[in-house]
């Protein structure tokens, strides 16, 4: 059984920035692909982005150009930094890990609130 705790969620204004975190409880992240779904109020939840034990990276259209998704496999850690931020990202945001990109979420964390007020 892995944990997967993430932190940094809050409330930022439109255009602000945040940096979510993301830590594992035990050493699996140079054996898995890492990422982040979010979950909109009233709606599904959706891929936001991942990136490979190789380092390559891959985003929804949605966030692309102002999310960067980054792992620090000595800290056990995926970060997700969120830049011009729009109420339309307002969400729950959850980490994962899987076995490869192919492959669905294994495990999941327990969400953090980000909410963008206008």
């Known amino acids: 059984q892995v944990q997967l705790v993430e932190s940094g969620g809050g409330l930022v204004q439109a255009g602000g920035s945040l940096r979510l975190s993301c830590a594992a409880s035990?050493?699996?992240?140079?054996?898995?692909?890492l990422g982040w779904y979010r979950q909109p109020p009233g709606k599904q939840r959706e891929f936001v982005a991942h990136i490979t034990t190789g380092g390559s990276t891959n985003y929804a259209d949605s966030v692309q150009g102002r999310f960067t998704i980054s792992r620090d496999n000595a800290k056990n850690t995926v970060y997700l930094q969120m830049n011009s931020l729009k109420p339309e990202d307002t969400a729950v945001y959850y980490c994962?890990?899987?076995?490869?990109?192919?492959?669905?979420?294994?495990?999941w964390g327990q969400g953090t609130q980000v909410t963008v007020s206008s």
């Open positions: 994962y890990t899987a076995r490869s990109p192919y492959h669905p979420p294994s495990y």
């Open positions: 035990r050493n699996i992240f140079s054996l898995n692909t």
